[in-house]
Nanobody, 119 residues
Framework: QVRLVESGGGLVQSGGSLTLSCAAS????????TAWYRQVPGKERELVAV????????RYGDSVKGRFTISRDSAKNMVYLQMNSLKPEDTAVYYC????????????WGQGTQVTVSS
């Protein structure tokens, strides 16, 4: 059974930090690109950061560059999102995502974790 389970969300003051974690199981984690997305009510889901399996290259959304860091531990099947200098506009539900390679094109989502940044 495929599972992506996020944790670490919560309430934090503006300027604070949080680290989100995503525990993956049930698929070949090392061959999948993994990412964090976020969504607020009434808006489309937005890419926050992605780490590509091969070479571990990373890419970030413009709004979080320089403040957020994505990382993964393939030995533990974990993905992390370190969020610093948080702003009220970072408030959203954050989702973990796993995107399979071309020969296994599957897409998995976690259930989401709420991050609320107070001003």
């Amino acid at each position: 059974q495929v599972r992506l389970v996020e944790s670490g969300g919560g309430l934090v003051q503006s300027g604070g930090s949080l680290t989100l974690s995503c525990a993956a199981s049930g698929f070949s984690f090392s061959t999948y690109a993994t990412a964090w997305y976020r969504q607020v009510p009434g808006k489309e889901r937005e890419l926050v950061a992605v780490v590509i399996s091969a070479g571990e290259s990373t890419r970030y959304g413009d709004s979080v560059k320089g403040r957020f860091t994505i990382s993964r531990d393939s030995a533990k099947n974990m993905v992390y999102l370190q969020m610093n200098s948080l702003k009220p506009e970072d408030t959203a539900v954050y989702y973990c995502n796993a995107d399979g390679p071309y020969y296994d094109p599957r897409l998995y989502w976690g259930q989401g974790t709420q991050v609320t940044v107070s001003s």
